[in-house]
């Protein structure tokens, strides 16, 4: 089985522009959640999804949207790109919305975002 | 504010040594606590997971134990490798999202 996909790998992008990362998880789970990852710290919450809804939202700007789809994929977006926004994107699935308490997440290799 | 420490330094052991990793946490009460691996460049694995209501749990040569009175976790590998050479997070539940710390490097030499 394939575990959960992350595309693109790595990407630069300008100051102010905008950028779209996609998420694919694992068949079956219906729950996405997105993580932003500076150099040297853990992984901080974005946003979570759950049957196409967003249930969650962590402490970031109005700038990061995201959204999931009817086979579960998810993107996420961040507009007016800041050099502050530079990290590596990670997206973790898991079978429901409270799975993650019981079985942890299932992390992607993560997107790796450069703004200049 | 919730508040996850763990050390910042890297932890240097030799192979076949136990590595203790140290998570503390503050303003917070959870009722389950994980560990997770992670290499350079490449996202969180699960490893261990456990619940307040547990002191201890094993796992092949991993051990996690849950102080939830000192609100401490200690994450050991035992007979360590160099292949356990890594970033170790911890992480709280909350709420439908987990709370990381910053993780501990461990390098392990031969």
């Known amino acids: 089985d ?15 522009q905008q950028v779209t990362l996609r998420c694919s998880p694992i068949s079956g789970h219906k729950s996405v959640s997105w993580y ?15 049957e196409k809804e967003e249930r969650g ?16 994929s998810s993107e996420l977006n961040v507009n007016a790109l800041l ?16 799975d993650i308490a019981n079985y942890g997440y299932t992390f992607g290799s993560g997107t790796r975002l450069t703004v200049v | 504010s919730q ?15 136990t590595a203790t990793l140290t998570c503390n946490y503050t303003n917070y009460s959870p009722a ?5 691996r992670q290499d350079p460049g490449r996202g969180p694995v699960f ?29 050991h590998i035992t007979a360590s490798q160099p ?11 909350n709420t439908d999202k987990l709370i990381f710390g910053t993780g501990t490097r461990l390098q392990v030499f031969p």
């Not at chain 1, 394939?2 to 102010?16: C, E, F, N, W, Y």
């Not at chain 1, 939202?57 to 579960?72: K, L």
């Open chain 1, 2 to 16: 394939a575990g959960v996909t992350q595309s693109p790998t790595h990407l630069i992008k300008t100051r102010g």
């Open chain 1, 36 to 50: 932003q990852q500076v150099l040297g710290q853990g992984p901080q919450f974005i946003f979570q999804y759950y």
């Open chain 1, 57 to 72: 939202r962590g402490n970031f700007p109005d700038r990061f949207s995201a959204r999931q789809f009817p086979n579960y």
């Open chain 1, 83 to 98: 050099l502050g926004d530079s990290a590596l994107y990670l997206c973790a699935s898991s079978l429901g919305r409270t």
């Open chain 2, 3 to 17: 508040k996850i420490e763990q050390n910042s330094e890297a932890l240097n052991i030799q192979e076949g040594k």
């Open chain 2, 32 to 36: 389950y606590l994980q560990w997770y």
């Open chain 2, 47 to 75: 490893l261990l997971l456990i619940r307040e209501n547990e002191k201890e749990k094993r796992k092949e040569r991993l051990k996690v134990t849950f102080d939830t009175t000192l609100k401490q976790s200690l994450f």
């Open chain 2, 83 to 93: 292949a356990d050479s890594a970033t170790y997070l911890c992480a709280l539940y």
